[in-house]
Each structure stands twice: as structure tokens, then as C-alpha cells.
């Protein structure tokens, strides 16, 4: 126990650390920036739970929901090749627009029931996706080597994953919860509440982020040692890169064909990770409403996606203890195993006819676990193994790699019961066997350093 108070006092302790690998930039702003991922997180979820029935109400079916799910991270992606070209290397520009697109977008969400205009949903949802582009800037923030040391951007990471899994848990579950007002008020009822109450904590959350975020200095050029794994041998050798990311003396950095591996190994479960989850959690509220033996309700689905998310918690809480210790290749193949193993019992229950609530909830539980698990180490991994002014162009193709997971993914749980559960099933399995099958054959150039 006593360990893992440690874990928790590294990265939200009273004081910012400047001491080489483990250097940590301020408490406030590393705050600010995990609380950041977390609303966006919950912004994102929120609406799983009910915007089947928000989507038919105005009209709209179970594949326009998976497109309102999805479509954000499409917008997000857009926007973020011109926002990088503004950003300066810092962080504070984005943030602000993140809240400012955060306020608007779920102003327009909540606005469509009233106006019965079905795409003003999906309006809305293009205006988050702005904001949604602050995902990549909160990755590139914990593995910035000009504050952040190569044994704590694991650690880091972990915080990220642990606002996910809270965001997937929470955002559904006051999404169903909310349901439950009813709709008597066309203005503020169950399907528009959502949107009206976190336009009113992004604008809380704004006046923090104006009040205590402090963006990143300009630093003099150092060096710093970053682990490389040696292609003859399953030892480390360093090599001295500059932490000045936008430096444009830094030196040139040529990279083997077994690291560009890694890096194709390292999108491809970035894109993984996101699909699986974001295809689960979007067929949820669908499948479960369709099939006899569950018969959810919104608020139903809601509690069952909240449920598989927060009995991970405890987890991906000790996950912060074990990066310390753990290799990030470990971490992965852990994950990866978890969640495969929920795919396949749950094909084989469909397959059988044998869906019951608690198989249905095992297999959940099982691939949020795995799979966020999984998603810890694709930015961390790469940080550790390419110079440190590659880290804007690898936080970059990772979180494209996390769009492009994530829209398709929310489309496909969609469509799940259009295409037949086994189908399914069996793209999300034969995806995973691919991730699979490429850190198997990368395994010894996966090798890092832990932290």
C-alpha cells in the first residue's frame, strides 16, 4: 500500500520534480490536463447511453447513433493538422478552444430536440469534435521530455488511462441516469440534460484552466537518455537525443526498419483498442434493447456499460503501481490477452444462443479491461524509443490511429445487429489476432525501459 501512495504522490504531489528521468512538471498543470482528458472522456460518453432513442425520436435509427458517436473524432482529426501549426509546442491555445468547442457543442446537442432537427445532433457533435482534438495535446503533454522524465511517462499515461475508464464508466451511467427526468420539458429533458449540464461544468472547468495552467517554457536544449533496444540482443544501449522538440538545430535521427515495426505495431493498436471499445460500447444500448434475455432500457444500458467500466477501476488504479515495474511490452500482452479472451467467449455465446446478463457482463468486463490496459503503453513505448523531437509527429499518428478506431468503431457497434452479431464479433477478434500477431513478431524491439 504504501508503494502505491508513493505512485500517487509522484504525480499529484505538492511539488513539481526536475531531477532528470524523473522529472515532473507542475501539480496544477499536470491536474488540469488529466481533469481534461476525463471531462472530455465523460463529454464523449454521456450521450452512449440514450442517443439511440434521442436519434429515433427525431426521426433517426440505430446507424445514424453509431454515426453520432463516432463522427466527433472525424472533425477532431481534421482539425488538428492546423492547429498544430498555431500551437507554438505548447498547450495553453488548445485547451482554451477545448472548452470554448466543449460549451458549444453540447449547447447544439441539447437544442435539437426542441428545434425537431435531427442533424442538429449531429451539428453539435462536429463542434465537440474540436474540442475533442485536446486528446492528442494531453498524450503529447505525458511524454514531452521537456517536462515530463523517460520513467514517468508510463506512470502518466496510466493517469490518462484511469480517466478513461472513469469517463466510460461514469459518462454512460449519468447519461441512462438522466433518462429518468422524463420528458415533459422540451428544453431540459432526458435526452437534451446531458448536454445542458456539461456545457455548464466545461464553463466551471474553463475559469480553472484561465486561473492555474501554466504552458510549457521554452528550454534550453539538454540531453537525455533514451532507451533503444539493441536489434543483435535483448539488452538496452543509449543514446543521447536533444529534449528540445522544436529545436531546429536537433540532430537528425535515422530509424531501423525494426522501428518503424514498432511504430506500425503501436498504431495498429492505438486504432485496435478504440474499436473494440468504442463498437462495444455503442452496440451495448443496441444489442441489449433487441435481445430477450436483456431488454435494456437506456438507463439500463447505461448502468451495464458504467458497471463493466468502473469494476475495472481497482485495476487500471494498480496499473499505476506496476508501470514502475512492469516493461510496457508486458503491459500490452497482458491487455491484449484479456480482451481477446472476452472476444472469443462472447462469439462463442452468441454462436450458442447462451447470452445471458452475467456471460454478457463477464465478456464487457474482460475487454474494457484488456483493452484499456492495452491503450497505456502505444504513446509511452514510442516516446522511450524515438528522439525526443519525434514526440509531436508520433503523439500525432497515434492519435489519428485513436480517431480512426474510434469512428469506425462507434459505426460499427451500430450496425452490429444489420450485420449479424457473429459477423460482428468476428472483425473485432480477427483485428485483435492481427495486433497479435505483430508484437509477436516485434516482441524483442519492444523492449523499454519501465516508468
Known amino acids: 500500500m504504501l508503494s502505491l501512495k508513493e505512485s500517487l504522490k509522484d504525480v499529484l504531489g505538492p511539488s513539481h520534480r526536475t531531477d532528470g528521468e524523473y522529472k515532473l512538471p507542475k501539480t496544477s498543470s499536470r491536474v488540469i490536463i488529466l481533469m481534461t482528458n476525463l471531462l472530455l472522456q465523460i463529454s464523449f460518453f454521456i450521450i452512449v447511453s440514450s442517443s439511440n432513442e434521442y436519434a429515433k425520436s427525431l426521426g433517426g435509427d440505430s446507424t445514424f447513433s453509431g454515426i453520432v458517436i463516432g463522427i466527433p ?24 478552444i477545448s472548452c470554448g468547442a466543449s460549451i458549444a457543442g453540447h449547447i ?24 475533442f482534438s485536446m486528446w492528442m495535446y494531453c498524450k503529447r503533454y505525458c511524454s514531452d521530455g521537456r517536462i515530463v522524465g523517460m520513467r514517468q511517462r508510463t506512470t502518466l499515461a496510466g493517469w490518462l488511462v484511469l480517466g478513461q475508464g472513469l469517463g466510460m464508466s461514469a459518462g454512460p451511467f449519468f447519461g441512462g441516469l438522466l433518462t429518468k427526468i422524463g420528458f415533459a420539458n422540451e428544453v431540459f429533458n432526458g435526452y437534451t440534460s446531458p448536454g445542458w449540464i456539461m456545457a455548464v461544468v466545461w464553463c466551471a472547468f474553463w475559469i480553472c484552466v484561465y486561473n492555474w495552467f501554466e504552458d510549457v517554457e521554452d528550454v534550453a536544449p539538454t540531453t537525455e537518455l533514451t532507451s533503444l533496444p539493441d536489434s543483435s540482443s535483448n539488452n538496452l544501449r543509449e543514446e543521447q537525443v536533444s529534449v528540445e522538440e522544436f529545436e531546429p538545430g536537433a540532430a537528425r535521427h535515422t530509424t531501423s526498419l525494426a522501428q518503424w515495426g514498432v511504430i506500425v505495431c503501436m498504431c495498429w493498436f492505438a486504432m485496435t483498442c478504440f474499436f473494440i471499445l468504442g463498437a462495444w460500447e455503442s452496440n451495448i444500448p443496441v444489442f441489449g434493447a433487441k435481445a430477450e434475455v436483456l431488454k435494456f432500457t437506456p438507463f439500463g444500458a447505461g448502468n451495464f456499460i458504467a458497471l463493466g467500466g468502473i469494476t ?90 485513436n480517431y480512426a478506431g474510434r469512428v469506425s468503431g462507434a459505426i460499427w457497434g451500430g ?18 489476432g492481427i495486433g497479435a500477431a505483430l508484437f509477436t513478431m516485434f516482441w524483442t524491439n519492444l523492449k523499454t525501459k519501465t516508468g
Not at 446537442?109 to 442538429?120: E, I, M
Request: glycine content about 8%.
Open 73 to 96: 473524432t472525424v472533425f477532431s482529426g481534421l482539425a488538428l493538422i492546423p492547429l498544430m501549426k498555431y500551437d507554438k509546442g505548447r498547450y495553453k491555445l488548445p485547451l482554451h
Open 415 to 432: 450496425s452490429g445487429l444489420a450485420v449479424g452479431m457473429l459477423n460482428y464479433a468476428g472483425l473485432e477478434i480477427a483485428i485483435a
Open 108 to 131: 447544439l446537442y441539447a437544442c435539437a430536440y426542441k428545434a425537431r432537427f435531427l442533424y442538429l445532433i449531429l451539428i453539435g457533435r462536429i463542434v465537440s469534435g474540436l474540442a
Open 312 to 401: 475495472t477501476f481497482p485495476f487500471l488504479l494498480l496499473n499505476l503501481f506496476l508501470a514502475r515495474r512492469i516493461q510496457d511490452r508486458h503491459i500490452l500482452l497482458a491487455g491484449s490477452f484479456l480482451g481477446i479472451v472476452g472476444l472469443l467467449v462472447f462469439i462463442s455465446l452468441v454462436a450458442s444462443s447462451c447470452v445471458t446478463y452475467a456471460s454478457m457482463f463477464a465478456c464487457w468486463w474482460l475487454i474494457a479491461l484488456g483493452f484499456n490496459l492495452a491503450s497505456t503503453v502505444t504513446v509511452s513505448l514510442l516516446s522511450k524509443q524515438l528522439p525526443q523531437e519525434w514526440n509531436g509527429r508520433t503523439s500525432l499518428v497515434i492519435q489519428y490511429s
